[in-house]
């Protein structure tokens, strides 16, 4: 691990000027490449105090031996060296966007003599006009028979090309009249062309002016009796506007755009892109990354657009680019995809109408698309054996953790201190096994104090359940430890240690309910590092119990923690078994704060009559709506409080005690002149 300080520059030696700087390592390869309006400012970022460094850049500028840059004259050109050195030497730190399939164009060969329509795959080549790309090859077939009635262009290989040519005979589509036949000379060189820029400019959106002329002709054929004609014609028109259907309508000003969308976590991020030509969409396809740089929305919409449009030039780059997050410099980047179509491209955000509503379907799909990428890779099998392997041999266990636990800790600045307990089974989520807890032991904020109680209150309820079942003879606690808590897990409403049971869980053989705390885990995780990893090995020890594997993921570096141990074990990036320890940590964190915020939600919205035993929801209600208000009812008597239907003696006694008891509303204040307003027996403020 390299000190930055030992290849930093001199401050004078940088310039201020534009320019783009590349990271090597100690082997000279090139681990991260960046750009900057001012080298000198942007350099001085990564060479300050560690801490004060994001994780992952504080990884890269470690990982580094010696930084360089390369001056330029303006940003626009930094962008576009940035992006050729990153696909040159390919830097690790960097964002690099794979596509999670390959897309199939409609591509259009205008660089050869008799152009071809065919379905093409891989990098676009030179003279060769591309639509799409599309989501099947199917659809692309389906899209060219239907325009081959008015576009008879050619579709048949070379080989076949040239046996025509040789033997004089074309093949069935020259018969069908599907094709114009160029091999055997039916149509001019020049006249197939014609038709091949015809199916282009369809195909890019001028539909109208194809559709009105052979609407026109139809009915100029009708009007001569050539009615066998008109019908041909008509049967044309008909496939065009089939063609046509295949791609809905939906922006109605025939506007050409890209729209992007991008969904995100801390680990990876999907963007999904749609390619409306004309109003109508005609292409979609997405793209799946590792965030292995410190990036947010904007910068990965910037390399998005650096990867969709690095190689294309003219109408490849649409008029009108719409994004969820403008890059760091829109300018240098909208004159950069202008230099590249060769006129101004409009990059933005949309803000009402179909647009934003389309941008809207657009993230839909990114969100789902970043879903399905990580159930596909939670759910094979083969991964997931060969993660938990990877875990068992990183942490030295005997065997694959087939049952793992993780707890988190969440709390929002010491108050609703809740903690919770998530379980992996063979790779997959058991919901059905989620636990969620309250921090009963003591007040305000301590994470390390709060997991010692969490796995304490736990592993003791498991030694329970195996007491009561006769499989534990309980040993005495090691001298000097403290007996955990007793809980009280009931009502999966409550704060309590459960979930709602579930009800294809394993019945106990005494009185048929599921098993809570009954199965104990080869692997206990917990969210944090060194001082929550000792906290939960001293309670499990507290508790005499040593054959259970604990380890904590850090979650600033993803760093391994064992108990004991002073240095973290670091697995790989591209691990399978640290993608599976993430999911487990980012799933008990997921857990704990939807508890954490449904109790501080819960908590706002308490009142007093909340403290009422046996007062529901109907009769407060009743009550409110009766008095009018809080304090009205608080003046009520006991008597008054009898006349709500519903409210005997005792409860009217309850309520009025719990009222007298609560404590007093803050006093309104006036914010224009600071003055406290307080309210007199008769209703009015002074």
Not at 162 to 187: D, E, M
Not at 560 to 572: A, T
Not at 665 to 674: E, I, R, S, Y
Request: charged share 30%.
């Amino acid at each position: 691990m390299a000190d930055p300080s030992s290849y930093r520059p001199k401050p004078g030696q940088i310039p201020d000027s534009p320019g783009v700087y590349k990271f090597r390592d100690e082997h000279r390869r090139v681990i991260y490449v960046g750009k900057a309006k001012n080298l000198r400012q942007r350099l001085a970022n990564y060479f300050q105090d560690l801490a004060a460094l994001h994780p992952r850049t504080r990884t890269m500028v470690t990982t580094a031996a010696s930084v360089e840059w390369t001056v330029v004259s303006t940003e626009v050109e930094a962008l576009q060296l940035e992006y050729s050195w990153i696909k040159e030497f390919d830097p690790r730190f960097n964002v690099k966007y794979r596509d999670d399939k390959s897309y199939p164009y409609l591509a259009v060969t205008l660089n050869e003599e008799f152009p071809r329509v065919q379905v093409m795959r891989g990098a676009k080549k030179k003279g060769v006009r591309y639509f799409g790309p599309y989501g099947h090859a199917w659809a692309i077939r389906e899209t060219v028979d239907l325009m081959l009635r008015v576009f008879p262009v050619r579709t048949c290989s070379a080989g076949v090309f040239k046996n025509a040519a040789r033997t004089g005979r074309p093949c069935l589509l020259g018969y069908i009249g599907k094709c114009s036949a160029p091999c055997v000379g039916r149509v001019t060189p020049d006249e197939h062309r014609e038709l091949a820029d015809d199916f282009c400019d369809f195909m890019a959106g001028r539909t109208g002016t194809y559709i009105r002329r052979l609407e026109k002709d139809m009915m100029a054929a009708a009007e001569e009796m050539e009615y066998e004609r008109a019908a041909r014609l008509r049967d044309d028109v008909e496939a065009l506007k089939r063609a046509m259907e295949k791609s809905a309508v939906v922006l109605a000003d025939a506007t050409d755009a890209d729209l992007i969308a991008v969904a995100e976590d801390e680990l990876e991020a999907a963007v999904q892109i749609f390619h409306v030509r004309g109003g109508r969409v005609r292409g979609q396809r997405g793209w799946v990354t590792d965030k292995v740089e410190n990036v947010n929305t904007s910068g990965l919409v910037e390399h998005a657009l650096q990867q969709l449009y690095g190689e294309e030039t003219g109408d490849s780059v649409p008029k009108e680019v719409l994004v969820p997050a403008l890059p760091e410099d829109p300018d240098a980047v909208s004159q950069w995809l202008a230099d590249r179509r060769s006129s101004q491209v409009s990059l933005r955000i949309p803000q009402r109408g179909d647009k934003k509503d389309l941008m809207a379907t657009v993230q839909r799909n990114a969100q789902q698309a970043l879903g399905l990428h990580k159930t596909k890779r939670a759910s094979d099998l083969t991964t997931r054996s060969r993660a938990l392997e990877e875990i068992a041999e990183a942490l030295g266990l005997d065997t694959a953790p087939l049952r793992i636990e993780c707890f988190d800790i969440s709390h929002l600045q010491g108050d609703d201190v809740v903690a919770s307990m998530v379980v992996f089974e063979d790779g997959l989520a058991r919901k059905s096994e989620y636990r969620r807890f309250q921090i009963k032991g003591f007040e305000g904020q301590d994470d390390v104090r709060s997991m010692h109680e969490v796995i304490g209150r736990r592993f003791k309820r498991y030694l329970q359940e195996k007491e009561r079942t006769g499989e534990w003879e309980e040993t005495p606690a090691p001298t000097g430890a403290v007996p955990a808590p007793q809980d009280d897990a009931t009502d999966p409403g409550a704060a309590s240690d459960t979930t709602a049971p579930d009800p294809d869980a394993e019945p106990r053989e005494d009185d048929g309910r599921p098993k809570r705390f009954a199965y104990p885990p080869q692997l206990v995780v917990v969210d944090g590092g060194q001082p929550q990893v000792a906290a939960a090995k001293r309670a499990l020890d507290e508790l005499g119990i040593d054959d259970i594997a604990v380890c904590g993921l850090a979650k600033r570096l993803e760093e391994v923690w064992l108990p004991d141990d002073d240095d973290p074990v670091v697995l790989p990036r591209s691990s399978e078994g640290l993608y599976l320890l993430q999911r487990v940590r980012d799933e008990a964190h997921r857990f704990a704060i939807t508890y954490q915020r449904a109790k501080r939600a819960k908590r706002i919205r308490s009142g007093p009559l909340d403290a009422v035993a046996g007062l529901g929801e109907t009769r407060k209600q009743a009550l409110i709506k009766h008095f009018g208000s809080v304090k009205k009812l608080k003046q009520a008597t006991i008597d008054e409080i009898c006349e709500v239907p519903g409210i005997g003696r005792r409860t009217a006694e309850s309520v009025a005690v719990a009222l007298a008891s609560a404590a007093p509303a803050a006093p309104a204040v006036n914010t224009a002149t600071g003055e406290i307003i307080e309210e007199d027996d008769g209703g009015t403020t002074t």
